[in-house]
T-cell receptor, first 115, second 114 residues
Framework: ETGVTQTPRHLVMGMTNKKSLKCEQHLGHNAMYWYKQSAKKPLELMFVYNFKEQTENNSVPSRFSPECPNSSHLFLHLHTLQPEDSALYLC??????????????FGSGTRLTVV | AQKITQTQPGMFVQEKEAVTLDCTYDTSDPSYGLFWYKQPSSGEMIFLIYQGSYDQQNATEGRYSLNFQKARKSANLVISASQLGDSAMYFCAMREGGGNQFYFGTGTSLTVIP
């Protein structure tokens, strides 16, 4: 248990479905992130939230919609996904504004398959 | 240009031997941090070791050490006395001064052979 919990661990959804991924941290961190990990590609940063405010959206398609109701919870709402969206989605948290040696704490990820 | 480059998609090492995983980075910021993460098949990214750009000595954490060659912009991970449980993906990452964003490489898959 890393301190960052992601649910569900696995998700299979059809292209017309709507689902949500959930991330929860109780480390007292004030920044949370969504990453997409596809095979043989670097991790792709999708969204960044600092103090519940979205500070970055790396040209992510609108079929991915993040929500951060408080500094401990982060959601990724999914709708009308494509098969190429199948990937491991990782959530991470950190303490923003700290020294360089502060790394991310990652969750175990949600393995998403779009059929 | 890629911020982090890992040129070894896959590596094999005999149990109890040492192995070096390569990482080169690209930044013009004099202040940065370099990290290595391990990702087992379960998916979780586990922090292993950190090296700051101003650190005079190479970082060490148990069986992990970081061979930091600042002029060459390389930050290779050395795992000594490999164990079967070391089989995983390994990612090199960088954080530049003033920013929260991490830049990751494509990873190296390490297989430890009994």
């Amino acid at each position: 248990e890393t301190g960052v919990t992601q649910t569900p661990r696995h998700l299979v959804m059809g292209m017309t479905n709507k689902k949500s991924l959930k991330c929860e941290q109780h480390l007292g961190h004030n920044a949370m992130y969504w990453y997409k990990q596809s095979a043989k590609k670097p991790l792709e940063l999708m969204f960044v939230y600092n103090f519940k405010e979205q500070t970055e959206n790396n040209s992510v398609p609108s079929r991915f919609s993040p929500e951060c109701p408080n500094s401990s919870h982060l959601f990724l709402h999914l709708h009308t996904l494509q098969p190429e969206d199948s990937a491991l989605y990782l959530c991470a948290s950190s303490q923003a504004g700290t020294g360089l040696n502060y790394g991310y704490t990652f969750g175990s990820g949600t393995r998403l398959t779009v059929v | 240009a890629q911020k982090i480059t890992q040129t070894q998609p896959g590596m094999f090492v005999q149990e109890k031997e040492a192995v070096t995983l390569d990482c080169t980075y690209d930044t013009s910021d004099p202040s940065y941090g370099l990290f290595w993460y391990k990702q087992p098949s379960s998916g979780e990214m586990i922090f292993l070791i950190y090296q700051g750009s101003y650190d005079q000595q190479n970082a060490t954490e148990g069986r992990y050490s970081l061979n930091f060659q600042k002029a060459r912009k390389s930050a290779n991970l050395v795992i000594s006395a490999s164990q079967l449980g070391d089989s995983a993906m390994y990612f090199c990452a960088m954080r530049e001064g003033g920013g929260n964003q991490f830049y990751f490489g494509t990873g190296t898959s390490l297989t430890v052979i009994p």
